[in-house]
């Protein structure tokens, strides 16, 4: 629905549509007896105590009205995919240009690694503000090959990367139920009875214990918690880019959940040195001294290195099953 | 010299990003100095001056600490100017949710967490709702969801603000601060500066010291609830 159309809506007909925009009235203490009138109307309608108490003026306030209802149709209308994203070289910590250049698809997913400060934060930072050679890194980002808009740049509504890592918590005293129904939500979503089944079904593939959408977030386990950010970020988020940090012992099936972001077409960023985490990377971004070094693409051996390291895994998993059970491991190999 | 106020609940990360913030605009040569309002004690000065910032800090004392910072905010620019300051930055705590030291054509700034819960945008009033940068901290530790969903609901109460979601301890984010505070005006002098909105109407008995309780002790501007009776 465009602006135009908007403009022959009621107050009413509006909220319908926004319901945010009923917050917004009740933030500003305004009267929800009055939405049977056209905005023009309704503003024009608002007494002068009204109107102190929000400390703007009629039209101020009728601008500012107009600015959240943009704000609102551009969540709804954008649906966060972007086709590719390329990060431009600038300098490391010592000032020696960047000869690298990362350019990444939708569904890729790319791995960090380098030693602890070697800048694999200020390249995400770089990203997620969307660098126009405007910061220290003098690094440049493009979107599907163009400068990004400005309004990108601050607008909430359209962050453009998600962060998942082991030292996220949820805090809100809700249930599973209740906390999907308020994200979804603020993404405007349809159908969010079924869409919350879905995050709750993918969630619980991604770990070993179940639980169900009655129980409250905070009581849930770390790996359930983890779970639960994955499979809500996936289904959820507005950002379509992902980075994770650190997910190694998060008790979760980690194959699967990149497999799940994957799938959603986001681009996911991952800062690991868990060798088959790694080896999930389409491609590896070699971090030094704040700098970008070079761009390894996974090669065919190593996409054999990945089937033995995940034996081996299957193995290391295993034996710790038969030493919880109590057996002995002389019949692993 | 520019100035910018900084508001923002208690413990909601103030210090530490106006610190952080000014480290970076050191890097680039600029010489910023800070006034800390509070109510009865402080111990701001002592973070400040540890980084080396210079700092004055205001107690505001028996009275209300934002009707205290409006009476001494012209004294602040005046020490700012005669300290050679390319930027004074003001920070108080809005304590009462109600007031807002926010000042019509002064970049106005305001800092929430993460950690508040979601309820308190709506609760903040004023002091939010009017500034031009909101600044939310302490992401590091919550899910996405609940950080998409808390800035969903601080532009459900400002819309044009601009939103910069800041780490106060690794300082991520700040950067890009520090490039929005550069774009402040130069401001020589406040008067005729207005506020972006009006204190609270606070002129009773309470407020000249009064701690009996009971009608006949209540004088001035006062608001009684309503309460439902019972048949």
Same mark, same amino acid.
């Given at each position: ?46 007494? #002068? ?50 000869? $690298? ?8 997913? $790319?791995?960090? $690694? ?37 309004? &990108?740049?601050?607008? #909430? ?61 905070? #009581? ?114 | ?23 970076? &605009? ?27 910032? %210079? ?41 009462? #949710? ?5 000042? %019509? ?36 530790? $919550? ?46 002098? &406040? ?11 606070? &002129? ?28």
């Amino acid at each position: 629905m465009g602006l135009q159309q908007n403009s022959f809506l009621k107050m009413e007909q509006l909220i319908k549509e926004y319901p945010p925009l009923r917050g917004f009235l009740e933030n500003m203490n305004l009267p929800l007896d009055k939405i049977t009138l056209l905005p023009e109307e309704y503003f024009r309608s608002l007494d #002068s105590f009204v109107l102190e108490e929000t400390g703007l003026g009629r039209v101020e306030l009728q601008d500012l009205f107009q600015s959240y209802l943009q704000h609102l149709q551009m969540i709804k209308e954008d649906q966060g995919s972007i086709g590719s994203l390329t990060l431009w070289g600038g300098q490391d910590k010592a000032g020696k240009p960047e000869e $690298v250049h990362l350019h990444i698809q939708r569904g890729e997913i $790319v791995c960090l $690694v380098g030693p602890t400060g070697s800048g694999k934060s200020r390249l995400l930072e770089d990203i997620e503000w969307l660098a126009q050679q405007d910061t220290v890194t003098r690094r440049k980002v493009t979107i599907d090959g163009n400068v990004p808009r400005e309004e &990108l740049r601050f607008s #909430s509504g359209r962050k453009l990367v998600a962060q998942l890592s082991q030292n996220m918590n949820f805090v809100m005293d809700v249930t599973v139920y209740e906390f999907l129904k308020m994200h979804a939500e603020s993404r405007l979503m349809k159908n969010i009875e079924e869409l919350v089944d879905i995050v709750v079904e993918q969630a619980n593939l991604l770990t070993g214990e179940s639980f169900g959408k009655d129980v409250p977030v905070t #009581s849930l386990s770390g790996g359930q918690s983890r779970a639960l950010m994955i499979a809500d970020t996936a289904a959820l988020s507005v950002a379509p880019v992902v980075l994770i940090d650190e997910i190694e012992n998060a008790g979760i099936n980690r194959s699967k959940a990149l497999e799940l972001l994957v799938s959603r077409d986001k681009i996911v960023f991952i800062a690991t040195h868990d060798p088959i985490l790694a080896l999930m990377g389409h491609k590896r971004l070699v971090m030094k001294n704040g700098g970008m070094i070079k761009v390894l693409e996974r090669s065919e051996k190593e996409l054999e290195a990945l089937e033995k390291l995940q034996m081996i895994d299957r193995k290391i998993n295993e034996a710790r099953q038969l030493l919880r059970e109590g057996a002995k491991l002389e019949s692993l190999f | 010299m520019k100035l910018l106020t900084v508001c923002g609940p208690p413990s909601s990360g103030k210090t530490s990003v106006i610190t952080k913030t000014i480290e970076i &605009l050191r890097q680039q040569g600029l010489n910023a100095g800070v006034v800390k309002f509070d109510c009865l004690t402080t111990h701001d000065d002592a973070l400040y001056e540890e980084k080396g910032i %210079k700092n004055k800090v205001g107690l505001s004392d028996s009275l209300c600490p934002d009707h205290f910072l409006v009476s001494n905010i012209e004294g602040c620019l005046r020490w700012g100017i005669d300290q050679g300051f390319d930027l004074l930055i003001t920070e108080s705590a809005g304590l009462c #949710s109600r007031c807002s030291p926010h000042i %019509k054509g002064v970049p106005a700034v305001c800092v929430m967490d993460n950690l508040m819960g979601i309820n308190t945008p709506k609760k903040t009033g004023p002091m939010l709702r009017f500034a031009d940068i909101v600044v939310i901290t302490k992401g590091d530790i $919550v899910s996405q969801a609940e950080r998409e969903v808390f800035a969903f609901r601080i532009k459900q109460v400002n819309p044009r603000g601009k939103i910069l979601h800041i780490n106060g301890i690794t300082g991520q984010g700040t950067f890009q601060l520090a490039g929005l505070f550069m774009e402040a005006g130069d401001i020589r002098t &406040l008067k005729d500066k207005e506020l972006r909105y009006s204190m609270p109407s606070a &002129l009773c008995s309470y407020c000249l010291g009064e701690r009996q309780i009971g009608e006949e002790f209540q004088m001035g501007s006062g608001k009684k609830m309503v309460f439902d009776e019972v048949k």
